[in-house]
Antibody, heavy 117, light 107 residues
Framework: VQLVQFGAVVKEPGESLTISCKASGYTFTNYWIAWVRQMPGRGLEWMGIIYPGDSDTRYSPSFQGQVTISADKSINTAYLQWTRLRASDTAMYYC???????????WGQGTLVTVSS | EIVLTQSPATLSLSPGEGATLSCRASQSVSSDLAWYQQKPGQAPRLLIYDTSNRATGIPARFSGSGSGTDFTLTISSLEPEDFAIYYCQQRNNWPWTFGQGTKVEIK
């Protein structure tokens, strides 16, 4: 089981962004995959989760309306999207899947998003 | 939203000592609680799921206990590689939530 994320991206405030998480080594459609934010020097925040099999998606109220989580079953990839970035979106973003345990047992290496003018 | 409160915020201990980390939920999460370890510059690693089940490859010195609203992660004898930040996380109710973390540092 492997989740691959791109390392880093720099954007300006107001720009849009989509980051990805490519899964391999398991049946992508059968397991929930989540996004977790970690702001610099801070703890983990659960953003939301998607079941790629039927695209059932749940969001934390803190992130509802701020981001969009989606998945493309044809290429085993989950996405996290912003339409208008803010400086406060600067953070590391991890994807993680619930595979063999009732918790996030496989994690991507994270994508560092920096939003700065 | 279920709030998870971890204590203490920081634990200063020496290698070989035991560590007891607490996670308290604002309402019952049954046994749907997990613990993660995170080291600087790394993604979190699952240690314990469903309160007391060790994840694959996790040493026996890590154990979890509790139910309902009060949970404990115990490290029986700290190894140098155990100094890190530990987070609890519940999956009983949407939205799933994390605790704020406990840092285990070298005394």
């Amino acid at each position: 089981v492997q989740l691959v994320q791109f390392g880093a991206v720099v954007k300006e405030p107001g720009e849009s962004l989509t980051i990805s998480c490519k899964a391999s080594g398991y049946t992508f459609t059968n397991y929930w995959i989540a996004w977790v934010r970690q702001m610099p020097g801070r703890g983990l925040e659960w953003m939301g989760i998607i079941y790629p099999g039927d695209s059932d998606t749940r969001y934390s109220p803190s992130f509802q309306g701020q981001v969009t989580i989606s998945a493309d079953k044809s290429i085993n990839t989950a996405y996290l999207q912003w339409t208008r970035l803010r400086a406060s979106d600067t953070a590391m973003y991890y994807c993680a899947t619930l595979y063999s345990a009732g918790a996030f047992d496989y994690w991507g290496q994270g994508t560092l998003v920096t939003v700065s003018s | 939203e279920i709030v998870l409160t971890q204590s203490p915020a920081t634990l200063s201990l020496s290698p070989g000592e035991g560590a007891t980390l607490s996670c308290r939920a604002s309402q019952s999460v049954s046994s749907d609680l997990a613990w993660y370890q995170q080291k600087p510059g790394q993604a979190p690693r699952l240690l314990i799921y469903d309160t007391s089940n060790r994840a694959t490859g996790i040493p026996a010195r890590f154990s979890g206990s509790g139910s309902g609203t009060d949970f404990t992660l115990t490290i029986s004898s700290l190894e140098p590689e155990d100094f890190a930040i530990y987070y609890c996380q519940q999956r009983n109710n949407w939205p799933w939530t994390f605790g704020q973390g406990t840092k285990v540092e070298i005394k």
